[in-house]
Each structure stands twice: as C-alpha cells, then as structure tokens.
C-alpha cells in the first residue's frame, strides 16, 4: 500500500527556513526509500506572512493546513515587529493556526541520549537515563483567556488563566495513556497553593487518574519542580501541566539534552496534527548556517510516527541523529568548545543524517 500525506511547511522566520529545510529533505529521503507518495506545499506564516500579506496567518495558509494531513513549521518571531501588540506580532500567527487545527496536547520529549549525556551542562551522573515527555496544554491558560488587555489609561494591564474541567480532562487523558505506554508515572505541575484554576487543574488530574489504576500520579508546584527538573531529571516519566509553565519547564528541560535546538515537539487531539521543534526564530543566529537541525529533524520522525504510522522509520530516524551524535559531529551549540568535536554546519548535520539513513537502509 502507498502512504500517501500531504504535509504542510510553515516555514516561518528567523533559523525556521534553515532547520525545516534539513527536515524536509530527510522527510524525502524516507519517502523515495520506502516508495512512500508524501506531497509537499508550503506556506508563510509569522513575520514573513505579515511582510507580504499584512497578518501573520494569511487565509490561504489556514486553508491549506485545514487541508493537509500534517503541518510542519520551523519558528516565527523576528525583533522588527516587537513593538506591536501580541495580536499583530508574527507569534500571534502561531497561536492561531493552534487553535485553528485544534490540537490541545503538545508533546515535548527530553531526554539524555544514551551514552551522549556529556552533551549536556550537567553532571552526567545526573542526566545519564532522564527520560522526560512533557504533555503541555495547548489550547487554553493564559494564551487565550479572556479578557485580556493593556489598558493605556489606567496604566494596568491583565491576562487571564482560564481551564474548563473539560479541557483538563482530554490532555490528561493523553497524559495517562502515553504514560501506560511507558514507566506509568504522571507529574501533573500546577500552582495549587495560589491559584483556584490550578486547584480545578488538579482535582482533575485526580479524578482521571482515578481510571488509570495502574499509573502512579504525582502532583508539584512549579516553582519546586524547575529545580527538581535540574536536580534529579530521572525521577520524571510524565510531565502533564498547563500552557505557559509546560512552555517555560520543556525550554530548561533543553538543558538535560544539552541544547534547545535538540527538542521535537508533536502536538495532537485535534482535526489536523502540527509538527514543530520546540526552539524559536533564534535571531542571534539566523542567517548563519549555524542553527542545530536536530530537533527539527526529530520532529519529522514524530510526524512520520504520528501521522503517517511509520513507526519503523520514525526509529530510523532517531538512530541516525544518533549516529550523528555518537560519532562527534554537532553544530556548535553542542560543541560547547569540546576540541575533539566536529563542529559542522546546519546543512552538513542534515546531509550527515540522511548519509546514515540510507546507510542503514542499505544494509537492512
Ligand atoms: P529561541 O528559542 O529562538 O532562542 C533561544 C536561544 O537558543 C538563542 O540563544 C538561540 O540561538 C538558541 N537556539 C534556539 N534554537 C536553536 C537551534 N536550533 N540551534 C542552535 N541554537 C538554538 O528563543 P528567543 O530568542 O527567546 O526568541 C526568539 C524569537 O522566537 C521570539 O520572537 C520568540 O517569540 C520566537 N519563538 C518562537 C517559537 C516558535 O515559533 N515555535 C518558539 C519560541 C520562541
Ligand atoms: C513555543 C513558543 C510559543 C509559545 C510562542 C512563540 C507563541 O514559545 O512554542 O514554545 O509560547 O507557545
Ligand atoms: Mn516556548
């Protein structure tokens, strides 16, 4: 049979051209390999959306994502636009092509690759075996409660953390299923000493777990777990929290991988699933040919995985990055001044991957 996948890049701004770029062609190596039929369009969003169509998610973008089978997208943001409200700014395209493809459960693995934990700032003996799946919720918080405004003349401004019981509910259910699937712990992050909605968040969580009998289900405050995160990474499967403290704890948990450019993220639930790595435009080294195309790549085998049910070639995927890894070669975000690294460029990081993805299939 042909798979067959249309598959949406949204490219983006900043290093988003430059990491999707890479994802894409191994994207098109697993596809000539397996005789696999993956169509692929490509639209603008963020800032070079607003530059040649005045808003950050133009209509025929939105269109083609509601018509594609997956959606891959490189990063947006760039500084010329920052001082312009949140709802002009590129970011808001992001968010609305969210909540437009209605996925809610967004899926940030970090983890110390086996054998590689001296990528990482921590001391192995620390990182060595972390294994983390952050489920972050997508769709509510306070990225889209309302209301929400900065008012000029009162001099005050204000956002709102708002959770249904029903939106708690379906991503901790992805929680506790995806942790059935592995080593059956769920760490549900909230702020329950302070805020009512994170009381409701974890009467919730509680409630679910009820159904989960077989999963152990821990609660943290936030505050404690940005440094548990650090200190003890292993003690963590499952990590389920809410939208803005699931964005800030997957950017530290970078650190236990070793860069920011390492991590994938998948997100799922809704009509159409959205593909992105979980790092930004990066201006300070956009343009440079420098940027780490890893995670982007990573998240081309969570959509090979997620959306195509390629589950073997997503694994081929992820071995090659490894290879690449274990044989020294790394953009200089995880060469870190290590002398015997082979610092390589975006490009020739991309090229190194698909070089060991054919070879392995060769040999198969
Ligand atoms: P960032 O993630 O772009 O960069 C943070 C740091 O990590 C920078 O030093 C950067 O060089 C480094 N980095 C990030 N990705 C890298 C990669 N692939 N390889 C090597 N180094 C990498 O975050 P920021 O600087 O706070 O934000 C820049 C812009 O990106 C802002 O406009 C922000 O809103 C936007 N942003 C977009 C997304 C997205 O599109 N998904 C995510 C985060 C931030
Ligand atoms: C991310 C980003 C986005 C977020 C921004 C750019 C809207 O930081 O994907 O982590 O906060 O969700
Ligand atoms: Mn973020």
Known sequence: MTKKLKILIVAGDGIGPEVTGEAV??????????????QFREEPIGGVAIKAHGSPLPDGTLRTALDSDAVLLGAVGSNEFNALPPSQRPEAGLLKIRAALGGFANLRPSFAWPGLSGNSPLRAEIVEGADILFVRELL????????????KQANAAWNTMRYTRDEVVRVAK?????????????????????LEVSQLWRATVTDVAQSYPGVALEHQYVDAMAMHIMNQPRSYDVVLTENLFGDILSDEAAVITGSLGMLPSATIGGKVNLYEPVH?????????????PLGAILTAAMLLRYSAGLDEEAATVEAAVKRVLDEGYRTPDLARGD????????TEVGNKVREFLVGAAASR
């Open 25 to 38: 062609r191994v994207l098109k190596s697993v596809a000539e390999m397996g005789g696999y039929d993956f």
């Open 140 to 151: 509510g918080g306070l990225y889209f409660g309302e209301p929400r405004q900065w008012d």
């Open 174 to 194: 992805v929680a506790f299923e995806l942790a059935s699937k592995r080593r059956k712990k769920v760490t549900s992050v909230d702020k329950a000493n302070v």
């Open 280 to 292: 930004g435009s990066a201006p300070d080294i956009a343009g440079k040919g420098i940027a780490n």
């Open 339 to 346: 002398q015997s690294a082979r610092v390589l460029s975006t």
